[in-house]
């Protein structure tokens, strides 16, 4: 059983940085795709970026383009999203999510394990 924990969430300003880190346990992630997503207060859950298992391919929504960048350690077992040029509207809950399989996807119902979740908060 995979159990990822997120960590690195907080209260920023906007125009500032936060990384955000997913340490995964239970077994080695380094064949599979992970991902992230985030849930606003009063909206449904939405994905922000994927990695596949070596790290050569990358996704992410629109909205952050440019300004988010996803990475690995398959070292370490670890994911990271580098959050830069922050935003109000980048404020949320932040969940890491593992797939299966090591192709990126980005549907919800293509990852398997969860983490619990960090906020993240952007101040205007």
């Known amino acids: 059983q995979v159990q990822p924990a997120e960590s690195g969430g907080g209260v920023v300003q906007a125009g500032g940085s936060l990384r955000l880190s997913c340490a995964a346990s239970?077994?080695?992630?380094?064949?599979?795709?992970m991902g992230w997503f985030r849930q606003a207060p009063g909206k449904d859950l939405e994905f922000v970026a994927v990695i596949n298992w070596n790290g050569e391919f990358t996704f992410y929504t629109d909205s952050v383009k440019g300004r988010f960048t996803i990475s690995r350690d398959n070292a370490k077992n670890t994911m990271y999203l580098q959050m830069n040029s922050l935003k109000y509207e980048d404020t949320a809950a932040y969940y890491c999510a593992i797939r299966s399989t090591g192709v990126a996807a980005t549907s919800k119902s293509d990852f398997v394990y969860w983490g619990q979740g960090t906020q993240v908060t952007v101040s205007s």
């Open positions: 239970g077994r080695i992630v380094s064949t599979l795709a």
